[in-house]
């Protein structure tokens, strides 16, 4: 480890963590290079040998160092969340929470707490697509000043199993296949869906990953869980439960599956490149930190458990209140260093945070230590920079790998004279970690409660919540899923999953299967399946149910207020109307929008007066599933190139496809003309027509302007998918 440069002027010291990191950053600007050992180098280009054309000789310990230390590289990816991407940050509390928890970081409003975030996809690994259909980490490192606390949770609110006990076969079952190691990042393969279709409890959390939720627009915007329930305590050590959420400033978004497919193709670093380019140009990420708070004589109040992780609290019972909010403002400087070496572990609570006896919650409590042994190479792994506390440390614990503290004294042991007692424990009243002294008198059994069987009441209650389009492509994604599953028997017993949450849920997919729903589980007679297996033995409090729908769970509801950050796509040939680029681009990005401009070729463009303008894409490598919207500026060349280059009618048709906002000055009509939507444009562009169909064709470019950003901040219009009038 270097510690050459403590005043490194690319790290601003503005917070606890990012001065506890300063002395670590390593920059070679103006320096010779040099070995491990700081022999400085002369010459790096060639290994020693006997003679210019003899053998390398084995002397060379300059060579040997370098490759030796470049063939110790790698070290294990994740087993699950591999492929992520991280960045720094700060969270402040907006008012103090301390009638209910004693956390530090919780109390004081004027409390800046370093964070370290690091979002990921689950199946794939660390070179796969950011695109893939899964689901979403949101891990949170809260550097507070009484130890580090990691909120390790997802962009969905549950999971698929209830005991951790099925983590690996879950894993198992939905990483590529043993055999061949085919599919990657992908879980549309038959031992995913066999075991899905085996695990009636996975019911409400495979409507989340079939839901748009598992193809986000950006981390940036979405929301994050702690999924299970963990408790709040007090100074007075009284708890509550507490479930943990992220709300995103920018609102929650998706694109479309097709759309997600093609990414994945034109740029797999999408969501990397998202968050990287967002916090480079001071667009800081935003999300509130959500508590849904129950007092503990409440535990029983629901009709679920409280302790089973397939089930959420709808915010109609439990109201969400935000508490605080959470910025993320710099890069890592170091990709492995930093977000691929940072380890997080649920067990990492202060005091003031607590554990319940959630069964999948106990048993992450063990792996998520013994993971980072294996993947970090030992014990000190809590040494590396960006894991290690900005509290002090101090304890006996001593040695191991790598070790970086040099301990001073005699005495690693408690209780000890020598070291004069040290270090000390500390009290309740002095901060130290007390666990909640939750009662506990019970048979020792391997058994699920009996309060965890409902399996589909919140499964129907999330589709019967979703809007139309949203129903849809619930839909087409299990249509799509299962029609990759080349066991039918698999797609068969998922049709009866699928009936026991909804009927016509199950009808739409078994018509797009080609299938029936069965009205025996299929192909279950092997004797190894648990009779559990079988979702008609599963109890459903809810038909009648209380809640029917709850609004929170559909994105349709989310914040559509802004279009900061969206990316434009200007299409534009030589002669194009700078006037309508200028006006249009400075009313975009005034509201925050990122303009881009497209055209046949990269370099400059010239508009009608000869004017230059700097062209960031050509069409081979700017693509439509790269923006959020797209604007054809009037011109009588450009107009005239773009109607006769198929790229830029085939941007167009893309971007109508996939439900973005299309503008065009009234003088580029003839581009949309060669479009196959051209005969569904809205006869005018009255706001109401705006906001149904989002296209926007105006002379006026100040009302195309007004009008557009109108329709950017609904995001998407997937009404157009309805009469699904949309070619492929
Ligand atoms: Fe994890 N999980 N998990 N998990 N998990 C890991 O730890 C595990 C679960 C989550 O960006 C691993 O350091 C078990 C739920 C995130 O570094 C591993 C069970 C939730 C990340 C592990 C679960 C998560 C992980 C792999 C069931 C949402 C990435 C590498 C009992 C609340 C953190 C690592 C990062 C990573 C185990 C279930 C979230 C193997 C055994 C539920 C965001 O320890």
Redesign the pocket.
């Known amino acids: 480890m270097s510690k050459n440069t403590t005043d490194n002027p690319a790290l601003p010291n503005e917070n606890d963590k990012a001065k506890d990191l300063a002395p670590d950053i390593e920059v070679s600007t103006g320096e010779f290079m040099t070995t491990n050992q700081g022999v400085r180098i002369n010459d790096d280009q060639n290994s020693l040998k006997a003679g210019d054309r003899g053998p390398t000789l084995l002397e060379d310990f300059i060579m040997r160092e370098k490759i030796t230390h470049f063939d110790h590289e790698r070290i294990p990816e ?4 591999a492929r ?1 991407s991280a960045a720094h940050g700060v969270f402040k509390v907006y008012k103090s929470l301390a009638p209910y928890t004693r956390a530090g970081f919780l109390q004081d409003p004027t409390r800046e707490t370093p964070v370290f975030v ?1 979002f ?1 996809t689950v199946a794939g690994s660390r070179g796969s697509t950011d695109l893939a259909r899964d689901v979403r ?3 949170v490192k809260f550097y507070t000043q009484e130890g580090n606390f990691d909120l ?3 962009n969905m609110p549950v ?1 698929f199993i209830q005991d ?1 006990m099925k ?1 690996p076969d879950l894993i198992h079952a939905v990483k590529p296949e043993p055999d061949n190691e085919i599919p990657q990042a992908a879980s549309a393969h038959d031992t995913f869906w066999d075991f899905i279709s085996l695990m009636p409890e996975s019911a409400h959390m495979i409507m989340w990953a079939m839901s748009d939720r598992a193809i986000p627009r950006s981390y940036r915007m979405m929301e994050g ?4 329930t963990f408790r709040l305590v007090n100074d007075k050590n009284e708890s509550h439960f507490v479930k943990f959420h992220w709300k995103p400033l920018l609102g929650v978004h998706s694109v479309a599956w097709d759309e997600a497919q093609n990414i994945s193709g034109k740029d797999p670093d999408f969501h990397r490149r998202d968050l990287w380019d967002a916090i480079a140009s001071g667009n800081f990420p935003e999300w509130e930190l959500g508590l849904q708070i129950v007092p503990e004589a409440d535990e029983h109040k629901f009709d679920f458990d409280l302790l089973d ?1 397939t089930k959420i609290i709808p915010e109609e019972l439990v109201p969400v209140q935000r508490v605080g909010k959470l910025t993320l403002n710099r890069n890592p400087d170091n990709f492995f260093a930093e977000t691929e070496q ?3 572990h649920i067990g990492h609570v202060v005091p003031g945070i607590d554990f319940t006896n959630d069964p ?1 919650l106990q ?2 409590l063990f ?2 230590t013994d ?2 042994l294996i ?1 970090l190479g030992g014990p000190n792994f809590h040494e590396l920079p960006i894991n290690r506390t900005i509290a002090p440390l101090h304890n006996n614990q001593r040695d191991g790998y790598g070790r970086q503290m040099i301990n001073r004294g005699k005495s690693s042991y408690s209780p000890n004279t020598l070291g004069g007692g040290c270090p000390f424990q500390a009290k309740f009243a002095e901060g130290g970690f007390t666990s909640h002294a939750e009662r506990i008198d019970a048979h020792k059994v391997r058994e699920r409660s009996p309060s965890f069987r409902d399996h589909f009441s919140q499964a129907r209650l999330f589709f019967s919540s979703q809007s139309e389009p949203e129903k849809n492509h619930i839909i087409d994604a299990l249509r799509f899923e299962l029609g990759k599953v080349k066991t039918v028997a698999i797609r068969e017993r998922m049709l009866v999953i699928l009936a026991n949450i909804d009927n016509g849920l199950a009808n739409e997919v078994a018509y797009g299967l080609g299938l029936s729903i069965p009205k025996e589980l299929p192909g279950t007679v092997n004797q190894s399946i648990p009779a559990d297996a079988d979702p008609q033995s599963y109890e459903s409090v809810n038909p009648e149910g209380k809640l029917a729908r709850s609004e929170a769970l559909s994105m349709a509801n989310t914040v559509k207020n802004s279009i900061r950050t969206r990316k434009v796509a200007f299409l534009a040939a030589d002669g194009f109307d700078d006037a309508a680029v200028s006006l249009v681009r400075t009313a975009l990005e005034k509201e925050g929008a990122i303009v881009e401009i497209i055209a046949p070729k990269q370099g400059f463009i010239l508009s009608e007066d000869q004017k230059q303008l700097e062209v960031h894409h050509s069409f081979l490598t700017g693509a439509s599933v790269l923006y959020d919207a797209v604007y054809v500026p009037g011109g009588v060349n450009s107009v005239a190139t773009l109607a006769a280059e198929a790229n830029a009618v085939h941007f167009l048709n893309e971007a109508f496809k996939h439900c973005k906002p299309i503008a065009a000055d009234e003088a580029a009509r003839q581009v949309l003309e060669a479009t196959y939507f051209h005969k569904k444009l809205p006869p005018d562009a009255e706001e109401d027509t705006v906001l149904r169909e989002g296209i926007v064709v105006l002379q006026d470019l100040k009302a195309l302007s007004d009008k557009f950003i109108l329709a950017m901040k609904q995001h998407r219009f997937w009404e157009r998918e309805k009469p699904r009038r949309v070619p492929a």
């Not at 994740?78 to 969340?81: A, E, L, S």
């Not at 869980?225 to 299970?228: D, I, S």
């Open positions: 994740r087993i699950v969340h992520g690091r990921s980490g949101f891990a390790v949770g997802n999971f951790a983590f869980f702690g999924v299970h992780p940072v380890a997080f999948l048993g992450r792996s998520y993971t980072q993947r």
